[in-house]
């Protein structure tokens, strides 16, 4: 949720900070801070606001040293001041940065205080600062005593620490938060995401969980969760250094909107031909083909959060529909705590655009000890931890997405659902005609992308009657029931329009009372068999006076009228139209906030990775 970079060399590090800062602040973004060490001194510089208010405030007094650490912040503990803001300092001597929660903060800073330490800030991580300090009272090194003081941390941390005694020297520890080393020449660099890092480096450590390290300009020492000192791959990044730019677009949002066609190809390249799926697409588990497992597959059980649980809700009308296998979608934080049933043969599957959501990761821990046959990971980051804790991934291609309203990580996870969907459908009775219509489907999928984005105009021109509505209904049945509902999430998301999703034959059970003319009525109608249903749901809105914007199949015959206005979606293939439905409501959502005049691309409250429980 929030940025963590770090910098120990022989320059001066604080413009690398405040870059790798600025790339990372769609993670958190309600204060930032830097702490540096320059000739012993350190100074430390916080502000409210975004990294350019930290950045204003940097001068030739405060903004000098060789070895710093800076922080970009979303609030847990303790508001949005300049107190809470990240790093906390200890003595004037120890400065931190954390990511995470340490759910022991109170009884820690008891001891703390107890033992004569002052506490500035109202936050968790202070407690890490005066904890290190107290510890080294019996030691002069850091990395032992960082060992010694994440003992006593419960909770989860990805934390740096530093000591102006010993200027040439970062140590940081992993658990719960994930946190990478960059390798430069003479220098070495630290950042909670390796995207903070790209523009001085390609070459990366991943730290794993428990890992504790020491890093200076020339070397890096790794301590596991054993105690045992360990060499960690050095893994050569091919993420593209531009994907922080806009490229000429106003925002992050549109441009990853409009980057869809293309990242779907991506998606699908040497996966999937009109004839069928390739093979081996699936990563191999450690011990067994993705396939053999499939062909087991008698039971799937997906998790997930936002955007990527909306995913998953797709795939479940998909997997039962096409694939023959029973399927059962979860929120992840409600799956890791409560008691569940797990039939024989089932294949657990997350998804994750980052694959470092704190409570994904969690269910998939509970799962992994729960008795599932395996696990498979649909993810948009190599190396996250999701990848790497689950047994089989399948990374969606997307492209680094920067905007927090999830948009293309979205269409290339369903795109990546669609070929589980045939993968599994392949043992279980799916028929030559549906495998064959559904891989045309995707093949030409990208092309009904780019069509469906040249309603835009329209759709900019429809987003003028929300600007001053408060509340919105999106409808929509069977598998476009969760694309009304992403709808929903995204137009809340970025314009704070209050929005909430129904499977259009529950209206009469209770939401058609919220209908009048102030409450815009968002319909997705493809044409598909439920179609005359949702035309009688419809009515059932007009008679009571509703206004309604329908996104409709070109051949659906819904006209434009006094109470309805109808927007053409090109006419597509019925199992990829929750994929190309998505298009117009992003867009919607996307021109509704720009009329408000939100902060489209870092929506208030809210930050892209969700690493904290
Ligand atoms: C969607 O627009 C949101 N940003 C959010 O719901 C997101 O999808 C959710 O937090 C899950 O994130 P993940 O896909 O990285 O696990």
């Not at 500035?120 to 904890?131: K, Y």
Request: with cysteine; glycine share 8%; charged share 25%.
């Amino acid at each position: 949720m929030c940025g963590i970079v770090g910098a120990v060399a022989e320059r001066n590090v604080v413009q690398i900070l405040l870059e790798g800062l600025k790339r990372l602040e769609y993670r958190g973004y309600d204060s930032a801070g830097v702490a540096l060490i320059n000739n012993d001194a350190l100074s430390v510089v916080r502000r409210i606001g975004k990294v350019q208010a930290l950045a204003d405030a940097i001068d030739d007094n405060n903004g000098k040293g060789t070895t710093g650490i800076a922080h970009t912040r979303w609030a847990t503990h303790g508001g949005v001041t300049e107190a809470n803001a990240h790093p906390h300092a200890s003595e004037g001597r120890f400065a931190v940065v954390h990511n995470g929660i340490i759910e022991n903060h109170k009884p820690l800073r008891e001891m703390l205080k107890a033992k004569g330490y002052t506490f500035n800030s109202d936050t968790d991580t202070e407690t890490i600062a005066h904890s290190i300090a107290l510890i080294m009272q019996t030691t002069d090194d850091l990395l032992s005593a960082v060992q010694q003081a994440v003992k006593t941390f419960e909770g989860a941390y990805g934390t740096v620490v530093m000591d102006k005694t010993t200027p040439n020297k970062l140590v940081v520890a992993r658990s719960g938060s994930p946190l990478v080393i960059g390798l430069g020449i003479g220098e070495n660099f630290l950042a909670s995401d390796q995207m903070a890092l790209l523009p001085v480096t390609r070459r990366f450590i991943f730290l794993e969980e428990g890992d504790v390290a020491e890093i200076t300009r020339t070397s890096v020492t790794i301590i596991d969760s054993t105690g045992e000192k360990v060499e960690r791959e050095i893994v050569e990044s091919n993420v593209e250094h531009d994907a922080g730019d806009k490229a000429g677009y106003r925002h992050y949002m549109l441009k990853e909107i409009y980057e869809q066609p293309h990242v779907l190809r991506n998606a699908l390249k040497g996966r999937i031909t009109a004839d069928g799926l390739e093979d081996g697409i699936f990563g191999q588990s450690s011990n067994e083909n993705a396939d053999d497992i499939f062909a087991k597959t008698k039971y799937v059980k997906i998790i997930a959060c936002g955007t990527s649980y909306h995913a998953g809700v797709t795939a479940k009308y998909w997997l039962e529909q096409y694939a023959n296998v029973q399927c059962d979608v979860e929120i992840a934080s409600e799956f890791r705590y409560r008691k569940s049933f797990v039939p024989a043969n089932s294949l657990l599957v997350t998804i994750s655009q980052s694959g470092e959501t704190a409570d994904t990761l969690a269910a998939l821990k509970l799962a992994k000890e729960s008795g599932y046959m395996s696990s498979l990971s649909i993810c948009n980051v190599d190396g996250s931890s999701l990848v790497r804790e689950s047994a089989i991934s399948f990374l969606t291609r997307a492209g680094a997405e920067i905007g927090v309203a999830s948009t293309k990580a979205f269409t290339t996870q369903l795109a990546a659902l669609l070929m589980l969907t045939l993968a599994i459908g392949k043992h279980n009775n799916m028929s030559e005609e549906t495998n064959l219509s559904i891989c045309n489907a995707l093949v030409t999928l990208p092309a009904k992308l780019e069509e469906t984005l040249s309603l835009a105009s329209e759709i900019e021109d429809l987003a003028e009657e929300f600007s001053d509505k408060h509340h919105s209904l999106f409808l929509g049945r069977g598998d476009q029931y969760p694309i009304a509902m992403e709808g929903a999430l995204k137009l809340k998301e970025i314009s704070y329009i209050h929005a909430e999703a129904y499977a259009s034959g529950e209206l009469k059970h209770g939401p058609l009372a919220l209908i009048d003319a102030d409450m815009p009525v968002i319909v997705v109608a493809p044409n598909n068999e439920l179609l005359e249903k949702l035309k009688s749901n419809v009515e059932e809105v007009r008679a009571r006076g509703g206004i309604m914007y329908v996104f409709a199949d070109q051949e659906a015959e819904f006209e434009s009228d006094e109470t309805m206005r109808v927007v053409q979606v090109p006419h597509t293939y019925e199992s990829v139209a929750p994929i190309v439905y998505t298009i117009p409501l992003q867009l919607l959502s996307y021109y509704v906030a720009l009329i408000k005049g939100t902060d489209v691309d870092q929506p208030r409250n809210l930050a892209k990775s969700v690493t904290v429980e």
